[in-house]
């Protein structure tokens, strides 16, 4: 590679910063914006999952969570709350072998549920809902036929651009799911979800020592280095404790 003086010099290093994809701003782009676009397409996971067909660089963090705790296991029920754009759902039909690609293991399934309409994608079922409405874990169990093997969220609530606000938002946010977990879960199984650190989140943690047998809180290689998201994996459902009981009724 010829530098720009012309002198013909190669320098690795020189090659290494032209490869950088750089955003102009546009009218009426916040700046913001433009580093947010600049991040994205200079990302090795957004340009893996392109390559891959993930719809988004989320799936690695579910592998590399299910790589270390293995609670993806062929034969679970699985139901990803949030699940758009279905990243997570794409990592689980596999691992669960919900397509039965392989006929000497046994057959899972994939439940995702979102707000949004969200395309379909082979070997998981699909629905449009709300998860905090009134009947829907009486809908999700009626959708699995029993009781659920694992529930995954891997939600966050809209950005308000307050770090206090955002982080009591996404533990109010886990809470529920957890209290959805609650009413759907087998006995021994797996709730895994998003958290960021903050602080808030301790009464939560220690709900889940409660109600799991083994609590675990990580952050997975694909996760970025200047993001305060974190994921909570807890395993060993022990089933509905008398403390969630009592929380559901104050």
């Known amino acids: 590679m010829t530098d720009k003086t012309g002198s013909g010099k190669n320098t690795s290093g020189r090659g290494q910063r032209d490869l950088r994809v750089r955003v102009k701003t546009a009218k009426g782009r916040k700046l913001s914006s433009t580093l947010w676009l600049e991040r994205q397409l200079n990302d090795p996971y957004v340009q893996r999952a392109k390559r891959e067909g993930y719809r988004g660089r989320a799936a690695y963090k579910i592998m590399e969570l299910d790589d270390r705790y293995g609670f993806l296991k062929p034969g679970a029920r699985v139901v990803d709350l949030g699940c758009a754009p279905g990243g997570w759902c794409q990592v689980a039909v596999a691992r669960v072998n919900a397509l039965g690609q392989n006929p000497k293991k046994p057959i899972g399934t994939i439940l995702g549920v979102d707000l949004q309409e ?26 699995l036929g029993g009781r659920a093997d694992v529930v995954l969220s891997d939600m966050a609530a809209p950005s308000s651009g307050h770090k206090g606000t955002d982080h009591l938002r996404i533990v109010a946010l886990i809470e529920a799911a957890l209290t959805f977990a609650y009413d759907v879960l087998e006995e021994g199984g797996t709730f895994v979800a998003k958290v960021l650190a903050g602080g808030a989140e301790n009464e939560m943690q220690a709900q889940l020592k409660r109600s799991f047998r083994k ?22 459902f022990r089933g509905r404790t008398e403390d969630a009981a009592d929380d559901d009724q104050d």
């Open 118 to 143: 969200i395309e379909p994608i082979a070997g998981c079922d699909i629905h449009q809902l709300d998860f905090l409405a009134d009947d829907a874990d009486a809908l999700v169990k009626s959708w």
């Open 215 to 236: 609590v675990a809180n990580v952050k997975p290689p694909s996760s970025r280095a200047d993001s305060s998201e974190k994921f909570v994996v807890a395993m060993g």
